[in-house]
């Protein structure tokens, strides 16, 4: 019985993973999946599938090949059946879904199988995740594989010389369990990968509440991934307008501004927090930003190109843009990132996030290099 339970759920599993990935691009763009996102997982809605069965009645109300009729007689509704669209409220059961508890893990491995995501290679060595054994002492007790050979055979040594059994023409000594001395040890972890991800957003007046909804979901679903890679990973946040200001999460997501926008308020300050707190020997360096697409000025868009160039990419793993599409932005910075750099910098990827289908393909262009 164990057995077939086991096996039950493992093709339960299967199912469920199936159905997710069917549904993938969906519940990407599902903001409510966040909502219901607990410490290490998150529940998924999933259509619940009932097994069809016969049900007895009591064989009083008739049916098909029952009472009176003639041969090619309309089979109606029968005596007592509720017709369609008519009725009062009633009493009966309705068609319910399933909440499928997924961990964040599993939803990483779904979104990297979809979107043929390569594992990356880190570098650094900060964050404490690995267990390694340090030995730190000698003790009495202890597993044999531990067993301190010279130690061992130096306790034995002094005893027999101290019974007066020891012969120096004919030495043998002989360890008893008193004899015995082990390594001790102490678990500690070793620091390993690293990361940090800078995320910055434009809030000037042309960002609306979509558009911040889809740079939450997209946000959400980059850190479900990256956090698969890396055993720590640290966030970091800037808002801008025609100003930029470090802020904590909820109010990165929350916050609404207007006004101008200078795209180099930002970047300076992911680059003072870059220069202050992670060198890239280090640590692995992810920077986001989102934005309409419109800047202040053309002399502004020659600053933040020439600080991506020179002081941040070099910096970073990867610098990331997505143009989330406005009614009132131009979409220019796009363009002039593209005709900067071109398109095969390995620094850089771009993408143009018109609506909540496209974050599954902003996601795809922003992780596939697998740097």
């Given at each position: 019985?164990?057995?077939?339970?086991?096996s039950?759920?493992?093709?339960?599993?299967?199912?469920?993973k199936?159905?997710?990935?069917?549904?993938?691009?969906?519940?990407?763009?599902n903001?409510?999946?966040i909502?219901r996102?607990?410490?290490?997982?998150?529940?998924?809605p999933?259509?619940?599938?009932?097994?069809?069965?016969?049900?007895?009645?009591?064989?009083?109300?008739?049916?098909?090949?029952?009472g009176?009729?003639?041969?090619?007689d309309?089979?109606?509704?029968?005596?007592g059946?509720?017709?369609?669209?008519?009725?009062?409220?009633?009493?009966?059961?309705?068609?319910?879904?399933?909440?499928?508890?997924v961990?964040?893990?599993?939803?990483?491995?779904l979104?990297?199988?979809?979107?043929?995501?390569?594992?990356?290679?880190?570098?650094?060595?900060?964050?404490?995740?690995?267990k390694k054994?340090k030995?730190?002492?000698?003790?009495?007790?202890g597993?044999?594989?531990?067993?301190?050979?010279?130690?061992?055979?130096?306790?034995?040594?002094k005893r027999?010389?101290?019974?007066?059994?020891?012969?120096?023409?004919?030495?043998?000594?002989?360890?008893?369990?008193e004899?015995?001395?082990y390594?001790s040890y102490?678990?500690?972890?070793?620091?390993?990968?690293?990361?940090?991800i800078?995320?910055?957003?434009?809030?000037?007046?042309?960002?609306?509440?979509?558009?911040?909804?889809?740079?939450?979901?997209?946000?959400?679903?980059?850190?479900?991934?990256?956090?698969?890679?890396?055993?720590?990973?640290?966030?970091?946040?800037?808002i801008?307008?025609?100003t930029?200001?470090?802020?904590?999460?909820?109010?990165?997501?929350?916050?609404?501004?207007?006004?101008?926008?200078?795209?180099s308020?930002a970047?300076?300050?992911?680059?003072?927090?870059?220069?202050?707190?992670?060198?890239p020997q280090?640590w692995?360096?992810?920077?986001f930003?989102?934005?309409?697409?419109?800047?202040?000025?053309?002399?502004d868009?020659?600053?933040c190109?020439?600080?991506?160039?020179?002081?941040?990419?070099?910096r970073?793993?990867?610098?990331?843009?997505?143009?989330?599409?406005s009614?009132?932005?131009?979409?220019?910075?796009?363009?002039?990132?593209?005709?900067?750099f071109?398109?095969?910098?390995p620094?850089?990827?771009?993408?143009?996030?018109?609506?909540?289908?496209?974050?599954?393909?902003?996601?795809?262009?922003?992780?596939?290099?697998?740097?």
């Amino acid at each position: 019985m164990p057995n077939n339970m086991e096996s039950d759920l493992n093709r339960f599993r299967k199912i469920v993973k199936g159905k997710i990935k069917q549904e993938l691009r969906r519940f990407v763009a599902n903001g409510e999946l966040i909502g219901r996102q607990g410490k290490k997982s998150i529940s998924i809605p999933l259509p619940r599938i009932d097994l069809p069965h016969f049900q007895f009645g009591n064989g009083e109300g008739g049916g098909v090949g029952q009472g009176q009729g003639e041969v090619g007689d309309e089979v109606g509704q029968g005596q007592g059946q509720p017709q369609p669209g008519k009725g009062e409220a009633g009493e009966g059961e309705g068609q319910h879904t399933l909440e499928v508890d997924v961990s964040l893990e599993e939803l990483a491995s779904l979104l990297s199988e979809e979107l043929e995501l390569p594992n990356i290679e880190n570098k650094g060595k900060k964050n404490v995740e690995n267990k390694k054994y340090k030995y730190t002492g000698i003790v009495n007790r202890g597993p044999e594989s531990l067993r301190h050979f010279k130690k061992t055979y130096r306790e034995a040594l002094k005893r027999t010389i101290s019974i007066g059994k020891y012969d120096p023409a004919n030495p043998m000594v002989i360890p008893i369990k008193e004899d015995k001395r082990y390594r001790s040890y102490k678990i500690y972890n070793e620091p390993v990968a690293n990361a940090v991800i800078v995320y910055m957003m434009d809030v000037s007046g042309s960002m609306g509440d979509e558009q911040k909804e889809i740079v939450r979901l997209t946000s959400f679903w980059l850190d479900t991934w990256l956090q698969s890679q890396y055993a720590g990973l640290e966030r970091r946040y800037i808002i801008h307008d025609a100003t930029a200001r470090e802020v904590d999460q909820n109010t990165f997501y929350r916050t609404r501004e207007s006004g101008g926008t200078l795209i180099s308020s930002a970047y300076r300050m992911a680059l003072k927090i870059l220069e202050d707190h992670y060198p890239p020997q280090e640590w692995n360096v992810y920077l986001f930003h989102f934005s309409d697409g419109d800047n202040w000025s053309g002399n502004d868009t020659n600053e933040c190109l020439k600080m991506l160039e020179s002081d941040i990419m070099p910096r970073a793993n990867l610098f990331c843009y997505g143009q989330v599409e406005s009614r009132y932005g131009s979409g220019q910075f796009l363009r002039d990132l593209q005709k900067h750099f071109g398109e095969n910098n390995p620094k850089l990827t771009l993408a143009q996030i018109k609506d909540r289908d496209a974050i599954m393909d902003a996601l795809k262009t922003f992780l596939g290099k697998g740097k």
